[in-house]
């Protein structure tokens, strides 16, 4: 499926320039999401800088979690393209190669960070230095330098370099107006190096605020909502506004009668095991949860399989309903993503340690207008003895 932009449009301007990004290849969707609103403020500062940047929006593909592997998956499979062009100009992959089908690339940046470390004080700055690790990426093929580039065959580059980076969006934005100034389409790897200018500032809230999801999942997510658990926009009080842009502040958000949770389990296992509920600790605490806030469902957005589902469905037993979106006939990236929008809307949610995963319900749930303390909740571990600070309550600024 290809987005609405008209590639006609961009192939006038003379002045028009390209930026494609990657991040380092085991990152999950969420994080990734977080390093795109990162690149769309570069766009955004090199746009006020004069420089008639377009960005080019990373087909997804090859992702470690995915269970079902899909590539070259355009964003209008999971975004609202046209709200995304309101913040800055965007554009599909595919529509790119349209208007440059010899997929040239003229600059490869492979970000890196610096060999000596941070030092005693964090400052912003870059150097062109020696590729700590970036060169086993890519490979030089005649005149022209070859890399994973989302797996598009006819993505190559003219010229490759490493560059060590400390900083922001702001960060990328002096660099690229300082070395790659004749760079027409310009292609920055391991964008993730760098940080967000001011992280929860209206800047931050305006890329995210724009990341609206595509019609077609909206309308997935919409549907489980009204026939499973009673919960729609009105009664709930979670209409927004079809353009992002007129959205106003407000905290009346009430939510469906139903309580989620966001259990991620599977490689969270390893890497936080000791930050996680077990499963009979997990379904104690939703089932307090239920009867705190008078309801009797349950919405569990998970990466667990199916066998430690039905172990907390029996954990639970007759206390609770559990519910789960299940549907064969879309791709692992548009479940994660209706799962996070039908959590969006519970009357109350509660994520896992310090996955971007929860932080985007959360973000989804300021965005929708709740009150701080029904969003920024996580589950804890089974021993009460051990420490449970709640997630940081990043609230959305206007
Ligand atoms: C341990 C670390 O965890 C970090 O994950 P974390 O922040 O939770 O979140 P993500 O970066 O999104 O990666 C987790 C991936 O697992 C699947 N997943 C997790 N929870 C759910 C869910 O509730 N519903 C559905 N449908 N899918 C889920 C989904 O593919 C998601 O993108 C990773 O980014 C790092 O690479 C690393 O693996």
Known sequence: MLSKVDPEKYSVAKDTRFLLFDVNLGEGFNLRRDVYMRVANTIRLL??????FILVLPAWGG??????????????EFFDVPSLNRFVP???LDDFLKIHPTGLIDDVVYLQHYAEGWGTEFVRKFDKRPCMSGEKF???NGDFWKGWFYSYDELKAKNFECVSIQGDSATLKDLILKDYKK??????DRAETILHDNYGDEFYWQARRSMRYSKKLVEAADKFRKEKLSST???DKTLIKENWQDDQPRRNAKGGPFVCTHWRRRDFLRSRKADLPSINGTAIQLVKLTKKYKVKKIFLATDAPDSEVEELRKEIGDAAELFQFKDDRF???AIAIIDQWICSHAIYFTGSCEST????????REILGFRPELTFNRMCPDDPATECQQPSKWTIAF
């Open 357 to 364: 995963f929860s932080f985007r319900i959360q973000e989804d």
């Open 90 to 92: 965007v554009i599909e």
């Open 183 to 188: 760079s027409k389409v310009l292609f920055i």
């Open 47 to 52: 746009r006020l800088a004069g420089e008639n």
């Open 63 to 76: 992702l470690y979690h995915w269970q079902r592997q899909a590539v070259k998956v355009p964003w209008g």
């Open 331 to 333: 791709i692992d990236g």
């Open 233 to 235: 926009d009105e009664k």
């Open 138 to 140: 890519y490979k030089r």
